[in-house]
């Protein structure tokens, strides 16, 4: 047994206007981020910063179509970080000796292209050119779809002691705001029956997940899940039982491994008992499959050439033949990745998703 203060540490720090009621107020919140969002690639020589007149230490960004932005707090730091800058330093010098450095800096970089997010008029990102954006209204979209919203919902708010309570700002545990998002959900009304839980007796627990995710790169998506007694009024996890995490890092192919890999445990979450999604990506990496039975698991859901295919994306990223049915989703998720129709890609990320359910 263990405590879990994840949710409490959000509870402690999020402003009145991150915290929402329901997972629709939530979804309608993000949803608008997605909507007010552009986001593209430039190349260094086009990117430059300048000093803001009459602002000593302010910057404005500037990108090839005239459009100048203003760096939020966060997308400096990782402007900085880019180039080797230390951005605590960097923000106690005067702007006009910020921007010649970074200019410089910029100029100097091997890497050539830069990624980036603004909303409005403001720099909210920068990143590499390969990060894979994972947004946030997907991610609450779907918890939407899979577990609904409301306080007849399965999965819910949790309650305060293993009791009911009205959920407000005050006591809840969604969470979102310009930089990341978390979710806390649990079932404390279909509680799972454990063996010898205490002192030879068993025991009822609840199940419960953590969802947390950014689109502006300060946090990857990371899924926990797990059992517990109760949660306390300010949102400590007492009593609980079995913690597992995954995670999925923004890199190229995070919005296609979210849609093949995490998609389908979120909705098998929905009736699973003591089953997380931790739980079958650990399964399917430990099942040892030999050349003839990758080939057998290949042929049963993809065409011949498909097969092929996936086979030697799956060489191409990880440098080694297949073993077990984790690297049949990682393969096939790398060739869905090359495929020009997205009907098409969706159709085979589904299908390797599929894999994980029947390990």
Not at 217 to 238: A, E, P
Not at 320 to 340: E, F, H, N, Q
Request: glycine share 6%; with cysteine; charged share 25%.
């Amino acid at each position: 047994m263990t405590t879990l203060t994840q949710a409490h540490q959000q509870w402690a720090k999020r402003p009145d206007d991150e915290r929402f009621i329901s997972l629709d107020d939530m979804a309608a919140f993000t949803r608008r981020q997605r909507i007010i969002s552009q986001m593209g690639t430039i190349a260094n020589r086009n990117l430059s910063i300048a000093p803001v007149e009459d602002d000593p230490r302010s910057i404005a960004i500037m990108m090839d179509d005239d459009r100048v932005t203003a760096p939020s707090h966060w997308a400096f730091g990782q402007l900085c970080q880019l180039v080797g800058a230390p951005a605590s330093y960097m923000r106690t010098l005067p702007s006009d000796l910020v921007s010649d450095c970074l200019n410089q800096s910029m100029a100097q970089r091997k890497v050539e292209q830069v990624g980036w997010l603004s909303r409005e008029d403001q720099l909210s990102a920068v990143t590499g050119p390969t990060y894979g954006r994972i947004w946030n209204a997907d991610v609450v979209d779907a918890l939407v779809r899979n577990f609904g919203s409301g306080p007849d919902a399965q999965f819910t708010v949790p309650g305060e002691f293993g009791k009911q309570v009205t959920i407000t700002k005050d006591n809840t545990t969604l969470f979102a705001g310009d930089r990341d998002m978390f979710v806390f959900l649990a079932d404390e009304k279909n509680r799972v029956e454990i063996p010898d839980r205490r002192n030879g007796e068993s025991g009822l627990l609840a199940r419960g997940f953590f969802v947390q995710n950014s689109e502006v790169g300060s946090s990857t998506l990371k899924i926990g899940t797990f059992l517990f007694d109760y949660v306390c009024s300010n949102r400590i996890v007492w009593g609980a039982h079995g913690y597992k995490e995954v995670s999925i890092r923004h890199s190229l192919n995070a919005p296609h491994r979210w849609a093949s890999e995490i998609m389908p445990a979120l909705e098998s979450l929905q009736t699973a008992s003591n089953h997380s999604i931790v739980d079958a990506v650990a399964n399917a990496k430990s099942i040892y499959l030999d050349e003839e039975r990758v080939d057998a698991v290949l042929i049963k859901r993809f065409t011949k050439n498909q097969a092929q295919a996936i086979k030697l994306a799956h060489n191409a990223d990880e440098g080694r033949p297949m073993r077990s049915p984790w690297d049949i989703v990682t393969g096939a998720t790398a060739y869905a990745r090359g495929l020009k129709h997205q009907d098409a890609r969706v159709a085979v990320e589904r299908i390797a998703g599929s894999i994980l359910s029947d390990v």
